[in-house]
T-cell receptor, first 112, second 112 residues
Framework: IAGITQAPTSQILAAGRRMTLRCTQD?????MYWYRQDLGLGLRLIHY???????GKGEVPDGYSVSRANTDDFPLTLASAVPSQTSVYFC???????????FGEGSRLTVL | GQQLNQSPQSMFIQEGEDVSMNCTSS?????WLWYKQDPGEGPVLLIA?????ELTSNGRLTAQFGITRKDSFLNISASIPSDVGIYFC????????????FGTGTRLQVFP
């Protein structure tokens, strides 16, 4: 059982480049989320999707975009990466809009 | 935005000791959850609490939903080396509606 798969596991990126972090779940969960984790700041919500075809902004959405074309996939795009977007990014899903989230293993992104 | 104050920030304990950590807020929450993150992995749900005063156990872990609904506590009894990791509290202001707000985490180190 894969659960949530994120790719890439890690990436070093030059500032100004475009980057898409991929997230796929096989649990048929309705809701999906993207969080970033920074030392001392915990997990902060970037964007979310309550169901396929809908998305919403979280606490720190600036510089990021998402799409939810189907139930399984929820990619996160950085249109023009900046060093402050250096972080570990976690994708998560939940069956409904509850607090019981299932997380992927994370994507470590370094922007130079 | 909303903040959850989680303490302590870190703990260094000896194997066999009991551990207590807590999470407080100035806002009333309707759901409290506790997650654990092992090194290099995504957070995993430990315990979910849905009613004020609720006390729930999961093996050696016990969590409580504070009676004021503004706090929650997690206790680990007889710690073992595999308890090492970061523990996050998370709260949901309105069940099934609002997104989770995460605390900043408690880093636990267990020495043999």
């Amino acid at each position: 059982i894969a659960g949530i798969t994120q790719a890439p596991t890690s990436q070093i990126l030059a500032a100004g480049r475009r980057m898409t972090l991929r997230c796929t779940q096989d649990m048929r969960h309705n809701a999906m989320y993207w969080y970033r984790q920074d030392l001392g700041l915990g997990l902060r919500l970037i964007h979310y999707s309550n169901t396929a075809g809908t998305t919403g902004k979280g606490e720190v959405p600036d510089g990021y975009s998402v799409s939810r074309a189907n139930t399984d996939d929820f990619p996160l795009t950085l249109a023009s990466a900046v060093p402050s977007q250096t972080s570990v990014y976690f994708c998560a899903s939940s069956r409904t809009v509850t607090g019981e989230l299932f997380f992927g293993e994370g994507s470590r992104l370094t922007v130079l | 935005g909303q903040q959850l104050n989680q303490s302590p920030q870190s703990m260094f304990i000896q194997e066999g000791e009991d551990v207590s950590m807590n999470c407080t807020s100035s806002s009333i929450f309707n759901t409290w959850l506790w997650y654990k993150q092992d090194p290099g992995e995504g957070p995993v749900l430990l315990i979910a609490l849905y009613k004020a005063g609720e006390l729930t156990s999961n093996g050696r872990l016990t969590a409580q939903f504070g009676i004021t609904r503004k706090d929650s506590f997690l206790n680990i009894s007889a710690s073992i080396p595999s308890d090492v990791g970061i523990y996050f509290c998370a709260g949901q202001l309105r069940k099934d509606t609002d997104k989770l707000i995460f605390g900043t985490g408690t880093r636990l180190q267990v020495f043999p």
